[in-house]
C-alpha cells in the first residue's frame, strides 16, 4: 500500500536535547511538507522541498532543520534552539511542480513532547 | 495577504441534523481549495477538492462543497450527520505554481449529539 509513515508516533526528549523526526514515503512524490500543529491554531508550515536536494524554509522554520537527501524521506531535526517544541508534528507530500494542481497527503503525525 | 478564515471554532449538531461548515478565503490568484478532515491524534484525510469545473463538489462520507467566487467562500455540508462524523475539520486554501503551498484555516471542531 502507498503511503506516507511517520515514526515514532509519541516522543519524549528532555529539554535542550536535539531530536529527528522520521517521515517516509512510497507514493513518487516529488513534494514533501512538514507542519506544526498546536490546538487553536491550525497547521503552519515549517519547511517544505520540491524536489530532492532542496529546500524551502515555510512561515515558523526557526529552531528546525531538514534534509532531502532521498525522494522518499524527508527528515525533521527540532533543535535546542526552537523555544517550545511541543506539539503535534506532521509530514505531508504531493506530487509537486510536475502537476497541474496538487494535493497533499498526510501521515499519521508525530507527537512530540519535551520535559 | 492571503488567508484562509473558519469563523466558527466549535460547532455542534444533533445526530440526523445538517451540518455547514464555514470557509472564507483570501487569495489573489484562481485558487485550489480543500477541506480536510482529522479524528484526534491522527493525520488529515481529504474529503473534497475544488480545481475548476462544476462549483458543487462531491466528496467522500456523503460530504459536498460548494465554490462562491463572488462571496470567496468554500463552504462545507452534509445532509445528515452521523456520530462518527465528530472531529476536526479544515479548509485550504493552494494556488498553481505555488509549489503545492497551502494554506490552512484554524479548523472547526464538530461535536454530534446523540
Known amino acids: 500500500d502507498g503511503g506516507i509513515t511517520q515514526s515514532p508516533k509519541y516522543l519524549f526528549r528532555k529539554e535542550g536535547q536535539n531530536v529527528t523526526l522520521s517521515c517516509e514515503q512510497n507514493?513518487?512524490?516529488?513534494?514533501m511538507y512538514w507542519y506544526r500543529q498546536d490546538p487553536g491554531q491550525g497547521l503552519r508550515l515549517i519547511y517544505y522541498?520540491?524536489?530532492?536536494?532542496?529546500?524551502q524554509k515555510g512561515d515558523i522554520a526557526e529552531g528546525y532543520s531538514v534534509s532531502r537527501e532521498k525522494k522518499e524521506s524527508f527528515p525533521l531535526t527540532v533543535t535546542s534552539a526552537q523555544k517550545n517544541p511541543t506539539a503535534f508534528y506532521l509530514c505531508?507530500?504531493?506530487?509537486?511542480?510536475?502537476?497541474?494542481?496538487?494535493?497533499?497527503?498526510f501521515g499519521p503525525g508525530t507527537r512530540l513532547t519535551v520535559l | 495577504a492571503q488567508s484562509v478564515t473558519q469563523p466558527d471554532i466549535h460547532i455542534t449538531v444533533s445526530e440526523g441534523a445538517s451540518l455547514e461548515l464555514r470557509c472564507n478565503y483570501s487569495y489573489g490568484a484562481t485558487p485550489y481549495l480543500f477541506w480536510y478532515v482529522q479524528s484526534p491524534g491522527q493525520g488529515l484525510q481529504l474529503l473534497l477538492k475544488?480545481?475548476?469545473?462544476?462549483?458543487l463538489v462531491q466528496g467522500i462520507k456523503g460530504f459536498e462543497a460548494e465554490f462562491k467566487r463572488s462571496q470567496s467562500s468554500f463552504n462545507l455540508r452534509k445532509p445528515s450527520v452521523h456520530w462518527s462524523d465528530a472531529a476536526e475539520y479544515f479548509c485550504?486554501?493552494?494556488?498553481?505554481?505555488?509549489?503545492?503551498?497551502?494554506?490552512f484555516g484554524q479548523g472547526t471542531e464538530l461535536s454530534v449529539k446523540p
Open positions: 507514493l513518487n512524490h516529488d513534494a
Open positions: 522541498s520540491q524536489i530532492v536536494n532542496d529546500f
Open positions: 475544488y480545481f475548476s469545473g462544476d462549483t
Open positions: 505531508a507530500s504531493s506530487i509537486g511542480f510536475q502537476a497541474l494542481w496538487d494535493e497533499q497527503f
Open positions: 485550504a486554501v493552494g494556488a498553481r505554481n505555488q509549489g503545492g503551498k497551502l494554506i
